[in-house]
Structures are given as C-alpha cells and as structure tokens.
C-alpha cells in the first residue's frame, strides 16, 4: 500500500533553531518525492522535489532508500518559515498521482 | 499568467445537492488533477484529466465526477452531497500525463455542506 507518514503533527522551534521535519514513506518501486508548503493564507506550493537537488530557502531533503524516509531539513530556522509542510511522492505509474503525508505544522518563535 | 485558477472560492450547499466546481490550468498545461482536501489532513487525489479524457481516479465513489474541456478547463462535479464532503478541493495543473511533472495548484473552492 502506498503511505506516507509524517509524525508530527506540529514542530514548535525558536529562531536560529535546526529543524527537521521527518518523512517516511511506503511505496514499491523509487517514485520522485516532493515537499510542498502551505504559507498562512497562500496557495499549496512546491518547496523542493529530490530529483532536482536544490536547495530552495535553505532547505534540503536527502532521501534514504534504505530506510524509505526523505526528511526535510534547514540548519537555521527563521520566522518566515512558520507555516504546514506535506512530504509527497509522486506516483507515475501512467498518469500522477501525489500522494501527501497528513502535513506538519512548523511554527518558528522570534 | 495568472497561474492555476478556481471558482468559486466558497460555496456552501445542503445535504442532497449537487456541485460543480470548475478549474482552468496554466496556459500551456494539458493536464488537470483534482484533489480533495478534509480539515487537518493532507489532499487527496480524486482524479486525473489528460488530453480530455480520465487517466487516474482515486478512491472516491461515483457521486465524483470530471470532464476536461478542448480548452484543458476542468469541472469537478459531485453529486447527492453528504456532510462528509465538506473539503477544500484544489486543482492542479501540468504539462504532460505522467513522469515527474511537477504539479502546480490552484488557491482552492472551500465546500461547506450542512
């Protein structure tokens, strides 16, 4: 069964903080994993996706095939940063089907 | 481009009624997805459109329904509402059917059924 599990429902840090925002995953074969935000009032956007390797607002993702987890990370959390994160693979088997964790609510403290 | 647009933004309906919702995808994309989204969960996919015709359907019963239109516009319909369809349903748009597109979504209609 595909399932995507994100355990925290909130992920309360102060500013300068390190965070890390976990994300498991169970899904056969290798599907392409998303992060995408959800700013207060904003549209669903994306954050970052794994194939690309980018950095995007000091975030990074590294995937762990063994473990089947794509954890989000930043060393330094800034206020800007509060808002829900849903990890989400990508199923493509003929059409795309995203597949979203429940999201985990990140609210940065000045 | 004004991106991924949907209307109306909020609508609230009884039990019994029908809905359409409607969608238009970024200029250029061909594909439409629609997604369901409960109260402190995370979407989920309803179906996807391509070149007009249904490519994907989630777990939803046949009360949902979709037709993609020759402009790649989108109506989400929903038939015999019940409270436990009360959602915000997105629309997302991509170039292609399948692979690793990268889904872009629109702001969402928030149904409320009593």
């Known amino acids: 069964a595909q399932r995507v599990t994100q355990p925290e429902k909130l992920l309360s840090v102060f500013k300068g903080a390190p965070v890390e925002l976990k994300c498991n995953y169970s899904?056969?074969?290798?599907?392409?994993l998303f992060w995408y935000v959800q700013y207060s009032r904003q549209r669903l956007q994306l954050l970052l996706r794994h194939i690309s390797r980018e950095s995007i607002k000091g975030f990074t993702a590294d995937l762990n095939k063994g473990e089947t987890s794509f954890h989000l990370k930043k060393p330094f959390a800034q206020e800007e940063d509060s808002a829900m994160y849903y990890c989400?693979?990508?199923?493509?088997?003929?059409?795309?089907?995203?597949?979203f964790g429940a999201g985990t609510r990140l609210a940065v403290h000045p | 481009d004004a991106g991924v647009t949907q209307s109306p933004t909020h609508l609230i309906k009884t039990r019994g009624q029908h809905v359409t919702l409607r969608c238009s995808p970024i200029s250029g994309h061909k594909s439409v997805s629609w997604y369901q989204q409960v109260l402190g969960q995370g979407p989920q996919f309803i179906f996807q459109y391509y070149e007009k015709e249904e490519r994907g359907r989630g777990n939803f019963p046949d009360r949902f329904s979709a037709r993609q239109f020759p402009n790649y516009s989108s109506e989400l319909n929903v038939n015999a509402l019940l409270l436990g369809d009360s959602a915000l349903y997105l629309c997302a748009s991509t170039k292609g059917q399948a692979g690793a597109n990268v889904l872009t979504f629109g702001a969402g209609s928030r149904l409320t059924v009593l």
């Open positions: 989400a693979p990508l199923f493509s088997g003929g059409y795309n089907k995203l597949i």
């Open positions: 899904y056969s074969g290798s599907p392409e």
